[in-house]
């Protein structure tokens, strides 16, 4: 499953479905919701929220241990294999939210 962040104020950002609810869940949205919307009023609340797990999710990937880093070699996960981190992935929706908020357009996925 697609989920398709759409806003007047920048392209789409597209994420497949569960990277798409981690970030939805992360702006402090139900990530059940098929349908939504992050209103402008919402906006700054959604931007705080999403760059506070985008630092949460950098600090996770500093403080991992040698030993989780060699299992990731070992398990062969490591240059184009790697996990994609959350920060990775967020960085356009939160590209798209903070262009929304200084166009006052809303952000909505689903429709």
């Given at each position: 499953m697609?989920?398709?962040f759409k806003s007047d104020a920048s392209a789409d950002v597209i994420m497949l479905g569960d990277a798409g609810k981690q970030v939805i869940a992360a702006m402090g949205k139900d990530p059940a919701d098929a349908k939504g919307?992050?209103?402008?009023?919402?906006?700054p609340a959604a931007i705080t929220?999403?760059?506070?797990?985008i630092e949460e999710d950098r600090a996770r990937q500093t403080e991992r241990t040698?030993?989780?880093e060699a299992a990731d070699r070992e398990e062969?996960?490591?240059g184009m294999a790697a996990p994609v981190s959350l920060a990775q992935r967020a960085w356009p929706l939160l590209d798209m939210l903070q262009?929304?908020?200084k166009e006052k357009v809303p952000v909505v996925w689903g429709v």
């Amino acid at each position: 499953m697609l989920i398709i962040f759409k806003s007047d104020a920048s392209a789409d950002v597209i994420m497949l479905g569960d990277a798409g609810k981690q970030v939805i869940a992360a702006m402090g949205k139900d990530p059940a919701d098929a349908k939504g919307i992050v209103t402008v009023e919402q906006l700054p609340a959604a931007i705080t929220s999403l760059q506070a797990a985008i630092e949460e999710d950098r600090a996770r990937q500093t403080e991992r241990t040698e030993a989780e880093e060699a299992a990731d070699r070992e398990e062969g996960r490591t240059g184009m294999a790697a996990p994609v981190s959350l920060a990775q992935r967020a960085w356009p929706l939160l590209d798209m939210l903070q262009q929304a908020q200084k166009e006052k357009v809303p952000v909505v996925w689903g429709v």
